[in-house]
C-alpha cells in the first residue's frame, strides 16, 4: 500500500475558499450536488483533483457548462479535471448510500439518525473535494429530507432558512461563517429531542446551546450540559478564548468510531460520552462525560480556528487539546486523583505502544493509514509535550506563548513547529533541544543515583538517560529532561525545596550542599516528565515517601513502587518484606487528613500488564499468581480494615459531589479487599452491595468483584444485571465488559460463548470494545497459553474488517506485542498476525497495523 511522507508535503495545487452543498437525503440513496469555486494556488499547469472514496460523477459542470469526456478522469477514486483558468466554478452530483455505510465514516445511518463522520479522510466519501486539512473553506449546505423521518435537520455554524416540500418533505439551509477544513463538516438529519440552554460569554453574546439525542434520553444529559457551560467559562478564564457562533450543538449517536467529534458548531459524539445517570452511568462515565464534551468544545480554538497543515501535525491539536481538558477536569475535581488517574492511562496504553512495533513519534514521519495514528503517542504523550513545556515556562509565560499562537495563526491550517515557536517566542525561552520529543519515538530510562558525601555533608544526583531504539530509529540522541525533584531530610521528615533540573546531557550530576545525613530521594514529583525512572532507593525509603510526600504524585509513585518491588520479587521467586506494603496500606487507609479518592489510587495494587512492563519477558501466570496472593494477604491481614472502611462509606442518598465520588471509590477498592480476604461471606457482601446500590459505580464494582470469583452470587448478579438492562445497550456494554475483564479461570471460554450471544453485535463498535477490546487487555486471559485468546481476537479482526476496518485495526496492538512474551506465546500470536496477513480483500488499516507488527 502506498506510504505517505511528511517530508512530502507540499501545498494545495488549487484552493477552494467557497463551497456550497446541496443533499438530498435518503437513507437508501442520498443526492449530494457540490458547488466548489476553486482558485489555482501558485503558478502551475497541474489539473483539479478532487478526492474520492467509493464515489461515481453523475454530472460534472465547470462554469455551468458540462465537461467534456476528455477533459476529466478518474485516478484511485480522485475526479481529475484539467482547468484552463485561475477561477473557475466546478459542480459534481454523486449518490451515496448512507444505509450500506457499516464503516461510519463519511454519511452513514445510525439508530434511524443520520450522520456524518469526516476527520481524517471521511469527506471524500461524501463529495469529490481536495480533502486535507490545509483546504478551508466557506460552507453553505442546503438539506432536503423526509419531514416525518428526519424532522430535524442540523449541520456546522448557524442556520439561516427552512421551508416545507410537497411530498412530505423540508429542508433547512446552514451556513458557516468560519472557513475550515472538510474534516470539519458535519450534517445530521432525524428525530430527536433538544435540551436546550444558553450561554453568555464574556463579551456578552448570547449563545443558544443544544444537546440533541433520543427523546427518552433527554433527562440523560443534564451532566453533559453542565459539562459544556463549565468549559465555556473555563476557556475564557484560562485561555481568553470566547466562543464565536451563534449556537452550539452537541448530537449523540449510538454507532460511533470513536469517543466523538468537533466538528465546527456541531460536534457529534459517541452516546456513552453524552449520557449519563445515576442508575446507568459510573463516576468513571461521569468524568468521561465532562472530559469528553471539554475536550471537544476545546477544540473550537485548538483545531477549528487553528487547524492542523497536515496530518502529520495532529499531535498539535490532539496533544494540546488533551492538555486542556486534563486541566479542566483537574479543576472540576482533584488535581492529585486526576493527575494519578492520567499518568496511570498513559503508562497502560503509551508506554505499551513506544516499547512495541508500532512506536511512533509524536510527530510521525510516514503512515499507510492515517487513522491507525489516532494513538495515545498522539493524544496522550502528545499532552506531556504541553505540559513539560508549560512547566518549564511557568503560567505567565506559557500563557503568553498560547496567545501568541492562538493570534499568530488564527484561520490559519498550522504545524508542530509554528506551536513551538509562539512558545520560545511568547515565552522568551529556547526549545532547541526539547523539539526532539516530537521526533524521537520510545520513553526514555533516567538512571538516578544518590550519594551522600557526610564529610563534605554533600550529596550528589547522578543522572543517566538512554533512549530506546524504535522502529527506523536505532540511535537516539538525549532529550531535555525536566525532572522536578525533592530531598527530605529522614529525621525531621522535611522537603528542603522543590527543584525543577534540566537533564539534557546523556549523563548528568547535581551536587546539594548541607546534607548532614544522607536525604531521601523524591524525583519526576508530579510525573514532571513523561519518562521511566529508576532508583537505588531502599524499600525503607520508599516507605517514608508514601507517608511523608508532600507531593501527592510522588507519594503515590512510592506506594506503587514498594508493591512493584514485592510483586517483581514474588514472581521472582525472591522474598522481598511484604509487611512494609501493609503497613504503608494501612497507614493510608486509615489517615483521616487523606482524600478518600486519593487513598483508594494510592492502596491499590499496580495492574498485571504494568507488572509485565518491568519484567524482560512477560509471564503472564506468575503475575497473575503473584499479584492475587498478595491482594489475598493484604485482603486477610486487613480484613477489619475493609469491613470498617466498606461500612462506613455507605451513603444514605446519591451525590456527584467529590466527596461522594471518592467515598465510592474508596468502598468499591474495601469490598475489593474483602473479598480477596477469603471471608467467608465476601460474596454475600458484594452481593448485598451489588442489590442495594441506588447507583452504577457500586453496583458495577460489586458485579467486577464477583465477576473475579466462583461463587453461586457471581451467576445471580451476571443474570440480574442482564435481565434489567437488555435493552439499554450502553449499560448492556458494561455486562459485557465485566466478564471480559474478569479474573476467572474460564475468561477466554466465557468470551468465546458471548460473542456468539444473541446480543453481540460486530456492527456497534461500542459493543466490539466492550467485549475483544476489554479482552484483550486482560493479560492473564488474553495471553491464556492454549493460544485460544488470540485466535478469538485474530477472528474477530478478520471478521470485522470486512465492516469496519478503523475498528478491526484498533484490536491488532494487543497481538503485536509478541515480543514481550515467551517463545510458545510469541509463535502463537505470530501465526494469527500472518492468518490474519492472508486474508484476502484486507483492508489498508489493519495490513498496516498487522504487517508493521511483523516485522
Ligand atoms: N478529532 C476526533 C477524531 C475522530 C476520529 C478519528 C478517526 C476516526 C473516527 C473519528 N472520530 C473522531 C476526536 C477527538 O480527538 O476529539
Ligand atoms: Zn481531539
Redesign the pocket.
Known sequence: PHVVRREDYRPPDWLVPDIALDFDLDAAATRVHATLSVTRNGDHDRPLKLDGDGLLPLEIRVDGNPVAADLWSMDSGALVIALPDAVHIVETLVEIAPQDNSKL?GLYASGGLLCT?C??EGFRRITFFPDRPDVLSRYSVRMAADKALYPVLLANGDPVEQGELPGGRHWARWNDPFPKPCYLFALVAGDLACNADRFVTMSGREVQLGIWVREADLPRTAHAMQALRNSMAWDERVYGREYDLDVFNIVAVAD???????NKGLNIFNSRYILADPETATDIDYDGVEGVVA??YF?NWS?NRVTCRDWFQLSLK?GF?VFRDQNFSADMGSHAVKRIEDVRILRAAQFQEDSGPLAHPVRPESYMEI?NF?TATI?NKGAELIRMMALMLGPERFRAGTDLYFDRHDGEAATCEDFVRAMEEGGEIDLGQFRLWYEQAGTPHVRALLTHDPVARSVTLLLEQTVPPTPGQPEKRPMAIPLRTALFDPETGENRGDELLMLTEARQSFTFQGWTAAPILSINRGFSAPVIVETNRSQADLAFLSAHDDDPFARYEAMQQLMVNVLVGRIGGQAVDEDAVIAAIRNAATDPLLDPAFVAEAIRLPSEAYLGDQMAVVDPDAIHAARDALQRRIGAELEPLWRDIHARTRANAFALSSVAKGARKLRNTALLYLAASGAVDGPTVAFGQFSEADNMTERQAALATLANGTSAEREAALDIFYNRYRDDALTLDKWFQTQAFAFHPDTVDLVEELGRHKDFTLTNPNRVRALYGAFAGNQWAFHHPSGKGYRLVADCIIALDKLNP?TAARLVPPLGRWKRFDEPRAALMRAELQRILLEPGLSKDVTEQVSKSLE
Do not use: I, L
Open positions: 465514516m463522520q476527520e481524517a460511533f468510531n470513536f469517543g466523538a467529534m468537533e475536550h471537544e477544540h483545531g490532539e487539546t487513522s489516532y493524544y478503523q
